[in-house]
């Protein structure tokens, strides 16, 4: 599975932004998709998750209310709204997908297949 993270950009505090993760290869056995991000001189972290079936969605609490993950499984398609951005949010956004589920969603070792990230500046 080959993952393309895409819709980053430079916006400012209360701005939206929609970021989309387009997977190729064989997504049938995919269990579950996330995001994550990573600031800079900081650790990757959660921010959504859902899995390919149901509407089941988890949140970081920093996130939560603002953003919202989806999903179209028949366009292989992962999507991240951002609302009411902040200049915390500020980091490179990875969306994710693992296989089964093992481990936790909200942890990025359950997954195995990363994008290559896509950069998110929110200027105050």
């Known amino acids: 599975v080959q993952l393309q993270a895409s819709g980053g950009g430079l916006v400012q505090t209360g701005d939206s932004l929609r970021l989309s993760c387009a997977a190729s290869?064989?997504?049938?056995?995919?269990?579950?998709m996330g995001w994550f991000r990573q600031a800079p001189g900081k650790e990757r972290e959660f921010v959504a998750a859902t899995r390919r079936a149901g509407t089941t969605a988890w949140y970081a609490d920093s996130v939560k209310g603002r953003f919202t993950i989806s999903r179209d499984n028949a366009k292989n398609m992962i999507y991240l709204q951002m609302n009411s951005l902040k200049p915390e949010d500020t980091a490179v956004y990875y969306c994710a997908y693992r296989d089964d589920y093992s481990g936790s969603a909200y942890d990025f070792r359950s997954y195995e297949y990363w994008g290559q990230g896509t950069l998110v500046t929110v200027s105050s």
């Open positions: 290869g064989d997504t049938v056995g995919i269990y579950g």
